[in-house]
């Protein structure tokens, strides 16, 4: 389908640049654990049927576990290279996820995909090559932050593992790279492929709206705690040990509750710590990956968690457990901005359709401010924002939320508008998505998230340029980082969507029929 026309091309060239692209994620057990392309056939009539719908591209995962199952250095990507195939007969362009995280174990996840069993046998021996929590419960989703640079795996370190992999994919994709059909690369960094600690995990007992664990007591960010307190003239600071466990809330424990230790010196040295770990951890990898893929017409995007529960108290326990140190007084979100900024990185956030009055009113939960908070830090350092729904929604309230989110303050008729996200992915494509009446109201979102101007191939008729892919620029020092934690009021945004689907009184109805639940 082409740009839509009218009498007034030069409308609809303005009207064009409120575009935002909508991609969809395919299903997580696509390429089996077997590494082979399940149900060939019926995939790509669902690709088909994205494409009739005028979606511009779909995302999907490349698991470590599958491609690097037989050993080390063994990558065999024959199953993706059928898939990428027929997506791109589809006419639909791909955002690839390198995915260094287990799959199982939380929200939505619907199969069982481990990190390589080569890399499990290694952690049988020396389990502390995974999070760990207090009480010494290892967590086998992702390798530990703390052997980024650690020679454990056959002479490599993790982030060599990381590199490695990617190098290998570039070198196996290299017709999908050159020919386009590759768009963005987003990197795990992370539990569900985000930039956080493993706090919440379903498998370990955690249930909403608990505030999780701080997740560095294995033997090696132990012994670099260790060496960050005596360095700073306070050998006495330990980890904390106060901090509650996966279900607690803020005020039962002693170190969130009012006055409690996280505004102490050592438990602001601690969260400091903590979080810059986090930063450092995604700058090396975003490194390793801009020297991968440089001169590739693609971006690079990195993910961070919509971590939404106790958003509306004063200590935000359970972003803190998560490695976000957001504050009232301190924006926890702008210092990855910052980084992100360095390697000409999006920032994909999600939670982007949830309402605060959705969620039980203990939780304190406060995701529209969240999302306002974040993507307005990833405009104001002048990166690309871009951003997924965190539960599966079918709902009209959902993308009308979505669609205020993606343009905060409505169409602009004359062009640009203001704020914009750089795209949106919906979770996920399902059976239950492609029914009738659901599948109605999402092709309804995606006309609306096109501002009703049909699909548009073009991503430089709405300026979301897609260039080859420059070099890292200089590091930036820690310091500069954390001048990003000063915080700012978010910009504007609209109370509603402007395009709303279903009519102006929806989200009306759906409050109440929250509140009579």
Known sequence: MKVSTSSSPDYDKKLIQNYVPVYVMLPLGVVTT???LEDRDGIKKQLKQLQAADVDGVMIDVWWGIVESKGPNQYDWTAYRSLFKIIQECGLKLQAIMSFHQCGGNVGDSVNIPLPSWILKIGELNPDIFYTNRSGTRNKEYLTLGVDNQPLFHGRTAVELYRDYMKSFRENMVDFLDNGLIIDIEVGLGPAGELRYPSYVQNQGWEFPGIGEFQCYDKYLKMEFKGAAVTAGHPEWKLPDNAGTYNDAPE??????????YQSDEGRFFLTWYSNKLLNHGDQILEEANQVFLGCKLKLAAKVAGIHWWYQTENHAAELTSGYYNLKTR?????????????HAILNFTCLEMRNYEHISKAKSGPEELVQQVL???????????????????????????LLNARPTGINKEGQPKHK??????????????????FNIFKSFVMKMHADQGYCPNPEDYNCYVVPLNQSKEKISMEAL?????????????KETDTPIGGPFVDFFNRILYIFK
């Open 421 to 438: 996200m750089f795209g949106v992915t919906y979770l996920r494509l399902c059976n239950k998505l492609l029914q009738k009446r659901n």
């Open 331 to 343: 924006d926890g979100y702008r210092p990855i901005a910052r980084m992100l900024s360095r390697h």
């Open 376 to 402: 307005s830090g990833g405009w104001r350092e002048g990166i690309p924002v871009a951003g997924e729904n965190a539960l599966p929604r079918y709902d009209n309230a959902a993308y009308n939320q979505i």
């Open 34 to 36: 077997d590494n082979e």
């Open 252 to 261: 039962s424990t002693e170190f969130f509750r009012s006055n409690g230790t």
């Open 482 to 494: 954390l001048e990003a934690t000063e915080p700012l009021e978010p910009f504007s945004w609209d």
